[in-house]
Protein backbone atom coordinates (compact mmCIF):
# COMPACT_ATOMS: atom_id res chain seq x y z
CA UNK A 1 0.00 0.00 0.00
CA UNK A 2 0.90 3.60 -0.77
CA UNK A 3 -0.57 6.73 0.78
CA UNK A 4 0.71 10.07 2.09
CA UNK A 5 -2.28 10.34 4.62
CA UNK A 6 -4.45 12.48 2.50
CA UNK A 7 -8.06 12.45 3.57
CA UNK A 8 -11.23 10.42 1.68
CA UNK A 9 -14.30 9.29 2.06
CA UNK A 10 -14.60 5.88 -0.09
CA UNK A 11 -17.03 3.04 0.53
CA UNK A 12 -14.64 0.26 2.05
CA UNK A 13 -16.81 -3.30 3.37
CA UNK A 14 -15.97 -6.85 3.82
CA UNK A 15 -17.25 -9.00 0.44
CA UNK A 16 -17.81 -12.57 0.35
CA UNK A 17 -19.56 -13.44 -2.28
CA UNK A 18 -17.84 -15.43 -5.34
CA UNK A 19 -18.59 -12.38 -8.17
CA UNK A 20 -17.29 -9.71 -5.67
CA UNK A 21 -14.12 -11.51 -4.90
CA UNK A 22 -13.25 -11.89 -8.31
CA UNK A 23 -13.38 -8.22 -9.07
CA UNK A 24 -10.64 -7.93 -5.46
CA UNK A 25 -8.39 -11.07 -7.67
CA UNK A 26 -8.43 -8.83 -10.11
CA UNK A 27 -7.65 -5.59 -8.54
CA UNK A 28 -4.75 -7.18 -6.85
CA UNK A 29 -3.23 -8.38 -9.62
CA UNK A 30 -3.40 -4.74 -11.62
CA UNK A 31 -1.73 -3.26 -8.78
CA UNK A 32 1.48 -5.67 -8.47
CA UNK A 33 1.22 -6.43 -12.63
CA UNK A 34 1.78 -10.44 -11.25
CA UNK A 35 2.41 -13.07 -14.08
CA UNK A 36 0.61 -15.63 -11.72
CA UNK A 37 -2.54 -14.17 -9.42
CA UNK A 38 -1.66 -12.73 -6.07
CA UNK A 39 -4.38 -15.18 -4.40
CA UNK A 40 -7.51 -16.65 -5.91
CA UNK A 41 -10.91 -16.49 -5.06
CA UNK A 42 -11.08 -19.94 -3.40
CA UNK A 43 -8.25 -18.81 -0.87
CA UNK A 44 -10.31 -15.41 -0.12
CA UNK A 45 -13.48 -17.28 0.60
CA UNK A 46 -11.92 -19.29 2.87
CA UNK A 47 -10.01 -16.97 5.04
CA UNK A 48 -13.22 -14.80 4.92
CA UNK A 49 -15.58 -17.57 5.95
CA UNK A 50 -12.94 -18.81 8.92
CA UNK A 51 -13.46 -15.82 10.53
CA UNK A 52 -10.91 -13.72 8.70
CA UNK A 53 -11.06 -10.12 7.32
CA UNK A 54 -11.84 -9.48 3.55
CA UNK A 55 -12.69 -6.22 2.37
CA UNK A 56 -13.04 -3.78 -1.05
CA UNK A 57 -12.70 -0.32 -1.36
CA UNK A 58 -15.44 0.79 -4.17
CA UNK A 59 -15.32 4.17 -6.65
CA UNK A 60 -18.77 3.79 -7.77
CA UNK A 61 -19.73 0.12 -9.26
CA UNK A 62 -15.94 -0.04 -9.77
CA UNK A 63 -13.39 -1.80 -7.19
CA UNK A 64 -10.46 0.67 -6.31
CA UNK A 65 -8.82 -0.79 -3.42
CA UNK A 66 -8.65 -3.85 -0.99
CA UNK A 67 -7.18 -5.72 1.62
CA UNK A 68 -7.25 -9.42 2.76
CA UNK A 69 -6.07 -10.49 7.02
CA UNK A 70 -6.33 -13.28 8.48
CA UNK A 71 -6.35 -14.52 12.35
CA UNK A 72 -2.83 -14.90 13.74
CA UNK A 73 -0.99 -14.00 17.08
CA UNK A 74 1.53 -11.55 18.33
CA UNK A 75 3.18 -11.16 21.69
CA UNK A 76 0.40 -13.73 23.14
CA UNK A 77 -2.38 -11.85 22.06
CA UNK A 78 -5.12 -12.27 19.14
CA UNK A 79 -4.33 -9.92 16.46
CA UNK A 80 -5.02 -10.05 12.60
CA UNK A 81 -2.42 -10.40 9.87
CA UNK A 82 -2.79 -8.08 6.80
CA UNK A 83 -1.23 -10.24 4.09
CA UNK A 84 -2.22 -7.99 1.37
CA UNK A 85 -3.53 -4.12 0.96
CA UNK A 86 -3.89 -2.39 -2.00
CA UNK A 87 -4.84 0.49 -4.28
CA UNK A 88 -4.83 1.20 -7.91
CA UNK A 89 -2.05 3.10 -8.86
CA UNK A 90 -3.84 6.40 -9.86
CA UNK A 91 -5.05 6.57 -6.92
CA UNK A 92 -2.24 6.57 -4.32
CA UNK A 93 -1.57 9.52 -2.28
CA UNK A 94 -5.41 10.13 -2.17
CA UNK A 95 -5.70 9.10 1.75
CA UNK A 96 -7.71 5.65 0.59
CA UNK A 97 -4.87 3.30 1.76
CA UNK A 98 -5.09 5.03 5.08
CA UNK A 99 -8.41 4.69 5.12
CA UNK A 100 -8.40 0.62 4.39
CA UNK A 101 -6.16 0.58 7.20
CA UNK A 102 -8.27 2.41 9.51
CA UNK A 103 -11.26 0.35 8.09
CA UNK A 104 -9.56 -2.77 8.89
CA UNK A 105 -7.93 -1.68 12.61
CA UNK A 106 -11.73 -0.82 13.08
CA UNK A 107 -12.57 -4.52 12.09
CA UNK A 108 -10.37 -6.41 14.28
CA UNK A 109 -10.82 -4.05 17.56
CA UNK A 110 -14.65 -4.81 16.68
CA UNK A 111 -13.91 -8.44 16.90
CA UNK A 112 -11.28 -8.40 20.23
CA UNK A 113 -8.57 -8.50 18.37
CA UNK A 114 -5.67 -6.56 20.11
CA UNK A 115 -3.27 -6.15 16.96
CA UNK A 116 -3.00 -5.81 13.22
CA UNK A 117 0.20 -6.66 11.78
CA UNK A 118 1.70 -7.06 8.62
CA UNK A 119 5.01 -6.68 6.72
CA UNK A 120 6.68 -4.19 4.23
CA UNK A 121 9.89 -3.96 2.33
CA UNK A 122 11.97 -2.00 4.25
CA UNK A 123 13.78 -0.34 0.70
CA UNK A 124 10.60 1.13 -0.08
CA UNK A 125 10.77 4.87 1.51
CA UNK A 126 7.05 5.61 1.35
CA UNK A 127 5.68 2.27 3.05
CA UNK A 128 8.00 3.03 5.54
CA UNK A 129 6.75 6.80 5.89
CA UNK A 130 3.37 5.98 5.72
CA UNK A 131 3.71 2.56 7.98
CA UNK A 132 5.86 4.31 10.72
CA UNK A 133 4.62 7.95 10.70
CA UNK A 134 1.18 8.13 9.07
CA UNK A 135 -0.08 4.85 10.99
CA UNK A 136 2.09 4.65 13.58
CA UNK A 137 3.07 1.57 13.66
CA UNK A 138 5.73 -0.28 15.38
CA UNK A 139 8.77 -2.39 13.35
CA UNK A 140 8.74 -5.60 15.77
CA UNK A 141 11.27 -7.53 13.55
CA UNK A 142 13.35 -7.63 10.41
CA UNK A 143 12.73 -10.73 8.30
CA UNK A 144 15.43 -11.89 5.83
CA UNK A 145 14.04 -12.87 2.45
CA UNK A 146 11.13 -13.75 4.35
CA UNK A 147 9.18 -14.98 1.37
CA UNK A 148 11.80 -16.18 -1.18
CA UNK A 149 12.03 -14.42 -4.76
CA UNK A 150 8.79 -12.43 -5.72
CA UNK A 151 7.81 -12.54 -9.57
CA UNK A 152 5.97 -9.16 -10.10
CA UNK A 153 6.74 -6.29 -11.65
CA UNK A 154 7.47 -4.16 -8.68
CA UNK A 155 10.23 -6.73 -7.11
CA UNK A 156 11.04 -7.79 -9.92
CA UNK A 157 12.53 -11.33 -8.13
CA UNK A 158 14.70 -9.15 -5.68
CA UNK A 159 15.12 -11.11 -2.24
CA UNK A 160 12.25 -10.30 0.09
CA UNK A 161 13.75 -8.89 3.19
CA UNK A 162 10.33 -7.97 5.02
CA UNK A 163 10.23 -5.47 8.42
CA UNK A 164 7.17 -6.98 10.42
CA UNK A 165 5.30 -4.19 12.07
CA UNK A 166 2.61 -4.67 14.85
CA UNK A 167 -0.82 -1.55 15.16
CA UNK A 168 -2.59 -1.90 18.25
CA UNK A 169 -6.05 -1.64 17.96
CA UNK A 170 -7.05 0.22 21.07
CA UNK A 171 -4.67 3.36 22.55
CA UNK A 172 -3.07 6.46 21.81
CA UNK A 173 -0.60 5.65 19.42
CA UNK A 174 3.06 7.84 19.86
CA UNK A 175 4.07 9.84 17.14
CA UNK A 176 7.56 8.93 15.90
CA UNK A 177 11.00 11.28 15.32
CA UNK A 178 11.35 12.70 12.41
CA UNK A 179 15.11 14.01 13.16
CA UNK A 180 17.92 11.81 14.76
CA UNK A 181 19.15 12.84 18.71
CA UNK A 182 22.07 11.57 20.27
CA UNK A 183 22.96 8.13 19.84
CA UNK A 184 20.58 7.42 17.32
CA UNK A 185 21.41 4.90 14.06
CA UNK A 186 20.66 6.46 11.00
CA UNK A 187 20.07 3.84 8.22
CA UNK A 188 19.97 5.21 4.69
CA UNK A 189 17.67 3.53 1.88
CA UNK A 190 17.55 4.37 -1.75
CA UNK A 191 15.66 7.23 -3.48
CA UNK A 192 12.88 4.79 -5.40
CA UNK A 193 13.99 0.92 -5.41
CA UNK A 194 11.25 -0.37 -7.59
CA UNK A 195 12.95 1.72 -10.43
CA UNK A 196 16.74 0.96 -9.43
CA UNK A 197 15.55 -2.41 -9.74
CA UNK A 198 14.74 -2.68 -13.23
CA UNK A 199 17.88 -0.48 -13.96
CA UNK A 200 20.31 -1.44 -12.43
CA UNK A 201 19.88 -4.66 -10.10
CA UNK A 202 23.27 -4.56 -9.23
CA UNK A 203 22.88 -1.80 -7.92
CA UNK A 204 19.38 -2.72 -6.01
CA UNK A 205 20.61 -5.33 -4.42
CA UNK A 206 23.49 -3.64 -2.29
CA UNK A 207 21.32 -1.51 -1.25
CA UNK A 208 19.32 -4.82 -0.20
CA UNK A 209 22.45 -6.41 1.40
CA UNK A 210 23.45 -2.79 2.78
CA UNK A 211 20.38 -2.17 4.81
CA UNK A 212 19.88 -5.88 5.96
CA UNK A 213 23.32 -6.03 7.37
CA UNK A 214 22.64 -2.09 8.77
CA UNK A 215 19.26 -2.35 10.19
CA UNK A 216 18.54 -5.80 10.37
CA UNK A 217 21.84 -5.63 12.57
CA UNK A 218 20.96 -3.34 14.54
CA UNK A 219 17.62 -4.53 15.43
CA UNK A 220 19.34 -8.04 16.19
CA UNK A 221 20.93 -6.59 18.53
CA UNK A 222 17.96 -4.79 20.75
CA UNK A 223 17.70 -1.56 18.68
CA UNK A 224 14.18 -0.16 17.66
CA UNK A 225 12.86 2.16 15.57
CA UNK A 226 11.91 5.31 16.86
CA UNK A 227 11.29 7.46 13.02
CA UNK A 228 11.99 7.58 9.94
CA UNK A 229 13.29 11.03 8.27
CA UNK A 230 12.23 13.16 5.67
CA UNK A 231 15.10 12.50 3.86
CA UNK A 232 14.47 8.38 4.17
CA UNK A 233 16.68 7.32 6.71
CA UNK A 234 15.96 4.68 9.24
CA UNK A 235 16.18 5.97 13.04
CA UNK A 236 17.28 3.43 15.33
CA UNK A 237 18.17 3.40 19.62
CA UNK A 238 19.17 1.24 21.01
Request: net charge negative.
Amino acid sequence: MTDDGHSADPDIRVVSTPEELRHLVTLFNQVWGSITPVVGVELLRAIGHGGGYVAAAYHGEQVVGGSLAFLARHSGEPALHSHVTGVLPGLRRTGLGRALKLHQRAWAAEHGLAWVTWTFDPLVRRNARFNLHVLRAGVHAYLVDFYGPIDDSINHRDESDRLLVAWPTVGDLAAPEEEPAAGTIIVATPDDIVVLRRTDPTEATAWRHRVRDELGGALGAGGHVVGFSKDGCYLVRT
